[in-house]
């Protein structure tokens, strides 16, 4: 490996609810570099959770990647000419962006609807333990079970 390790960089809270756990949600729904359309459908989707809800929306999309968030996770390890599937405690920041990247795709896999809408019923879904994105998790955390007999590679 050359060179030395990118530092990490801090990022600014959004403008509405001065949350950086939002301004990365902003990111990652970004495309092409349109961050004023993505803010609108991050913006309109809390909206929506906090109609459909009757709660706070932060509250709501917190609870959201709590539940979503993985505790478990499978890397793939060559040991003698074979590959196996080793169980490992997952980090803080990357269960954070296991779940948003599983809460966007389960978002995206929906049709017709408009993204913050679509946003906004797969995160009421996920606040309540269900939908794609807990699936997902679930099948994880199910594969790391199944290869717990392998954990001693790691």
Known sequence: MRGKKAP???IAPDQKFNSTSIAKLI???MRRGKKRTATNVV???LGMVSEKSKQDPLAVYEQAIKNVSPQLEVRSRRVGGANYQIPVEVRGERKYTLA???ILAAAKSRKGAP???KLADEI???AKGEGNAIKKKEDMVRMAEANRA???FG
Request: aromatic content about 20%; some cysteine; hydrophobic content about 45%.
């Open 124 to 126: 009421l879904a996920a």
């Open 8 to 10: 990490r960089r801090a």
């Open 27 to 29: 990111n990652y729904v």
């Open 115 to 117: 993204m913050h809408q």
């Open 43 to 45: 913006y309109q989707m």
């Open 100 to 102: 948003c990247r599983w």
């Open 150 to 152: 392998f954990s001693h």
